[in-house]
């Protein structure tokens, strides 16, 4: 289904008194599903039109799962419904709950909304120009009121006269990258204007190691000695990635190992040949540096972890979305394969074709 027919479809069809089990429901429920076709991996869309009665504003999120997996708290992208189905509201917002639960619905509305004000002020103009700083969806309900409140930015189309596909799909990306930045944002203002953030932050779970100190391996059994005895916490975000990497993988007939392989993010067998598997989420746009973090650790797992066998070893970097042909082509010139997530689809170069890694022609 294109995003705009499901946009559309939801908008023309949603009615309260049709209850929880009426078409437009279903489509909520299904959206999260539909919308992974226009998100980089690793991301967590989902749909909803309320819990045992139907919502007055139906909404379809969007969660980086390092932030946060609901729309209660954090930060998350969102279309939200008007609750006369005249608009639809395209938004970078904030979880409302928790700061109305703290401080009330007066204050709590007043903290979303400075919140929200700094925020966008201290995005880059070139992120947030023609976008909306207020939105308004047609409704004294409290909740989708507290959402008014807790918007940064936003874009709102008339549901009876959408924009085309492609128009709509680079909205959502473009989202996507805003909601990257604002992130960052976010933190560097919690650090240098304290009061200016309110909202707790969630502990980041990031690669780290149990162990500290001193890491100089003498051979490659040290190496392997020390790095097993080291616990790596990966980051919701790119366990997603992994695991939708790996289900692509399995629908190709192959068998990914990534329970047994630490540190290894995953390996797999194709044609009788090993190869090993780093995943790298590209942040704020920023290939050249997630480009650059795969090949340090492929090149050193694979010195370390295959003594006597590296030269047998292939090597494959996955990211979540596309990291540009400057990119690709130095991993190819180190021989080292590239798959990443766009439109739907896992794409790669021509190493990864070679090997049937990814889609081929």
Same mark, same amino acid.
Request: neutral net charge; aromatic residues 8%.
């Given at each position: 289904?294109?995003?705009?027919?499901?946009?559309?479809?939801?908008?023309?069809?949603?009615?309260?008194?049709?209850?929880?089990?009426?078409?437009?429901?279903?489509?909520?429920?299904?959206?999260?599903?539909?919308?992974?076709?226009?998100?980089?991996?690793?991301?967590?869309?989902?749909?909803?039109?309320?819990?045992?009665?139907?919502?007055?504003?139906?909404?379809?999120?969007?969660?980086?799962?390092?932030?946060?997996?609901?729309?209660?708290?954090?930060?998350?992208?969102?279309?939200?419904?008007?609750?006369?189905?005249?608009?639809?509201? @395209? !938004?970078?917002?904030?979880?409302?709950?928790?700061?109305?639960?703290?401080?009330?619905?007066?204050?709590?509305?007043?903290?979303?909304?400075?919140?929200?004000?700094?925020?966008?002020?201290?995005?880059?103009?070139?992120?947030?120009?023609? @976008?909306?700083?207020?939105?308004?969806?047609?409704?004294?309900?409290?909740?989708?009121?507290?959402?008014?409140?807790?918007?940064?930015?936003?874009?709102?189309?008339?549901?009876?006269?959408?924009?085309?596909?492609?128009?709509?799909?680079?909205?959502?990306?473009?989202? +996507?990258?805003?909601?990257?930045?604002?992130?960052?944002?976010?933190?560097?203002?919690?650090?240098?204007?304290?009061?200016? +953030?309110?909202?707790?932050?969630?502990?980041?779970?990031?690669?780290?190691?149990?162990?500290?100190?001193?890491?100089?391996?003498?051979?490659? !059994?040290?190496?392997?000695?020390?790095?097993?005895?080291?616990?790596?916490?990966?980051?919701?975000?790119?366990?997603?990635?992994?695991?939708?990497?790996?289900?692509?993988?399995?629908?190709?007939?192959?068998?990914?190992?990534?329970?047994?392989?630490?540190?290894?993010?995953?390996?797999?067998?194709?044609?009788?040949?090993?190869?090993? +598997?780093?995943?790298? %989420?590209?942040?704020?746009?920023?290939?050249?540096?997630?480009?650059?973090?795969? +090949?340090?650790?492929?090149?050193?797992?694979?010195?370390?972890?295959?003594?006597?066998? $590296?030269?047998?070893?292939? %090597?494959?970097?996955?990211?979540?979305?596309?990291?540009?042909?400057?990119?690709?082509?130095?991993?190819?010139?180190?021989?080292?394969? !590239?798959?990443?997530?766009?439109?739907? $689809?896992?794409?790669?170069?021509?190493?990864?074709?070679?090997?049937?890694?990814?889609?081929?022609?």
């Amino acid at each position: 289904m294109e995003l705009r027919s499901l946009i559309e479809r939801i908008g023309t069809s949603y009615d309260r008194s049709l209850g929880m089990s009426s078409d437009a429901q279903r489509l909520l429920r299904q959206a999260g599903t539909e919308l992974l076709q226009w998100l980089p991996a690793g991301y967590l869309p989902v749909g909803s039109g309320g819990k045992g009665a139907p919502a007055f504003v139906p909404w379809i999120s969007v969660f980086d799962p390092d932030e946060t997996e609901t729309a209660r708290h954090g930060m998350y992208v969102v279309y939200l419904f008007a609750e006369d189905m005249q608009t639809v509201a @395209l !938004s970078l917002n904030q979880g409302v709950t928790e700061l109305i639960d703290r401080f009330k619905t007066s204050r709590g509305r007043q903290l979303l909304r400075q919140q929200a004000d700094s925020i966008r002020a201290a995005l880059p103009p070139e992120l947030t120009a023609g @976008l909306e700083a207020a939105i308004d969806l047609r409704t004294k309900a409290p909740l989708p009121v507290h959402y008014e409140f807790g918007n940064i930015l936003a874009t709102t189309y008339k549901l009876a006269d959408l924009p085309d596909e492609a128009t709509m799909v680079g909205d959502l990306q473009h989202f +996507i990258r805003l909601y990257q930045e604002a992130l960052a944002v976010r933190e560097e203002l919690r650090q240098t204007t304290p009061d200016a +953030i309110v909202t707790t932050v969630k502990r980041q779970t990031t690669s780290t190691s149990a162990k500290t100190g001193e890491f100089k391996p003498k051979n490659s !059994s040290d190496y392997v000695a020390e790095i097993k005895a080291r616990t790596l916490i990966k980051s919701r975000t790119h366990e997603r990635i992994v695991e939708e990497y790996g289900k692509y993988l399995i629908s190709l007939g192959l068998d990914p190992k990534t329970t047994v392989v630490h540190p290894r993010d995953m390996t797999v067998q194709r044609d009788g040949i090993e190869w090993l +598997i780093e995943v790298k %989420m590209v942040r704020r746009g920023n290939a050249v540096s997630a480009t650059r973090e795969a +090949i340090g650790q492929l090149l050193q797992y694979r010195h370390f972890l295959y003594p006597g066998e $590296r030269e047998s070893v292939r %090597m494959l970097a996955v990211f979540n979305e596309e990291v540009g042909a400057a990119c690709v082509d130095l991993l190819e010139s180190l021989h080292i394969g !590239s798959v990443w997530r766009e439109h739907g $689809r896992w794409l790669g170069s021509p190493l990864a074709q070679r090997a049937k890694l990814c889609r081929y022609t």
